[in-house]
């Protein structure tokens, strides 16, 4: 978010405060709000992402299993980031399903709190280890920077996964 300030209220032209935020942060922007406070002038602006996603799952449990063990997820965080995160809980069925639904929920709840994927990741490595029962999780993590259009990847015990663009790897 970008706060302008401004004590030429005879002068002011929200378009092109508008227009120089743009320039200085080399993004569109959209304003969130606009406040007087006598002669000043208060601007809110939050940058524009350029990106839609479109999202589609599909789970299919083992053979035999009426249950699947994967746990998918997709949420998006205030500060413009869009995950992607698929779990697969060790084994299968319902026991498989607890865990890796376990292990998405808490993944969940610390990024969007703002807790670093990294440090995210391994606290639930960390819960998991310090548990009685032998249980496990695999991660695959998706990260899309939505304003600059970057893309990252957090694998933990997650099959290698490929990126295709027109059919090819």
């Not at 935020?21 to 208060?42: A, P, Y």
């Not at 292990?103 to 994927?117: A, N, P």
């Not at 990741?121 to 939505?146: A, K, Q, R």
Request: proline share 2%; charged share 25%; with cysteine.
């Amino acid at each position: 978010r970008t706060f302008v300030s401004t004590n030429f209220i005879n002068y002011f032209n929200e378009r092109l405060i508008k227009k120089e935020v743009e320039n200085v942060l080399r993004t569109e922007v959209e304003q969130v709000f606009l406040e007087t406070e006598g002669e000043f002038i208060k601007i809110g602006f939050k940058a524009v992402c350029p990106l839609k996603i479109h999202c589609y799952k599909t789970s299919v449990p083992k053979l035999g299993e009426i249950i699947c063990g994967d746990s998918t997820v997709v949420f998006s965080s205030d500060d413009g980031y869009f995950y992607s995160l698929i779990n697969d809980g060790m084994g299968s069925g319902r026991d498989a399903a607890i865990c890796s639904k376990l292990g998405s929920t808490f993944l969940e709840k610390l990024i969007s709190s703002g807790i670093d994927k990294c440090g995210a990741v391994s606290m639930l490595g960390s819960v998991i280890s310090s548990s009685e029962d032998e249980i496990f999780t695999t991660v695959d993590l998706t990260e899309i920077d939505m304003v600059r259009g970057k893309i990252s990847f957090l694998k933990a015990g997650a099959a290698p996964s490929w990126i295709l663009r027109d059919g090819k790897a």
